[in-house]
């Protein structure tokens, strides 16, 4: 029963909080809708679900079209590809996955022409895993610091994916990693003020809780219950 599986989510996001004294309130769940159907996301929806994430931007027009009136925020959480830049801010009001500064100006460009301001996350390689996108860890800072001349694109905070582990105990490093990046880079630069950590899935979100995310996308965990 998705309702079930929303409501033991967010106890376990809220015990999550209480063991680091945080408020509940802080952390923001979004509703992985990659491989659920219409309905399921409907269902989802019904009990309270209004953050949605989806990795494809072509698989999110048809939802967007299906879902419009709802009062949804998207989030695009999946690789974005240059040459979909431009249907992807039509739909998207938070891009996570911002991972090159090739791919921030395709954004800037794109959004000037659609006279917007780009709310966007940077995303990093904490784990340093070839099969995973993200901007290398060493070179982060000189992507920040060119990222953030660019008008049309507001950058927000920062986000990764660990790697798939048997216990969500060892994702914890490379939370704390990004964690240290964000605070990092609020001292190296004047004024900036990142303030979202989008960390967090269903095989380790609670962990990533514990380490400062205020951002958790969970997919399975509402769809297919426990795991």
Not at 115 to 132: C, Q
Not at 182 to 206: H, R, Y
């Amino acid at each position: 029963m998705i309702s079930e599986n929303i409501r033991r989510i967010q106890e376990r996001i809220n015990s999550a909080c209480r063991r680091k004294g945080r408020d509940p309130k802080e952390v923001t769940l979004v509703c992985v809708t990659k491989e659920a159907s219409l309905n399921d996301i409907i269902d989802a929806i019904g009990f309270g679900m209004r953050e949605v994430g989806e990795n494809r931007v072509q698989d999110a027009l048809v939802k967007y079209k299906a879902l419009q009136g709802k009062g949804l925020k998207w989030h695009m959480i999946g690789h974005l590809q240059t040459n979909k830049v431009k249907d992807a801010l039509k739909i998207f009001d938070l891009i996570h996955s911002v991972d090159s500064v090739k791919l921030a100006k395709a954004i800037q460009s794109e959004a000037i022409k659609q006279n917007k301001l780009v709310d966007a996350l940077l995303e990093v390689n904490t784990s340093g895993e070839s099969n995973k996108f993200g901007i290398e860890p060493e070179k982060f800072f000189g992507v920040l610091e060119d990222i953030l001349k660019l008008s049309n694109v507001r950058v927000l905070g920062l986000m990764t994916m660990a790697p798939l582990v048997s216990n969500q105990e060892g994702a914890r490093p490379f939370f704390k990693k990004l964690k240290n990046m964000l605070n990092e880079a609020n001292n190296k630069f004047d004024g900036l003020k990142l303030k979202c950590l989008s960390m967090g899935m269903t095989q380790d979100f609670e962990v990533a809780v514990e380490e400062g995310a205020n951002i958790v996308r969970v997919g399975r965990a509402i769809f297919e219950g426990e795991v």
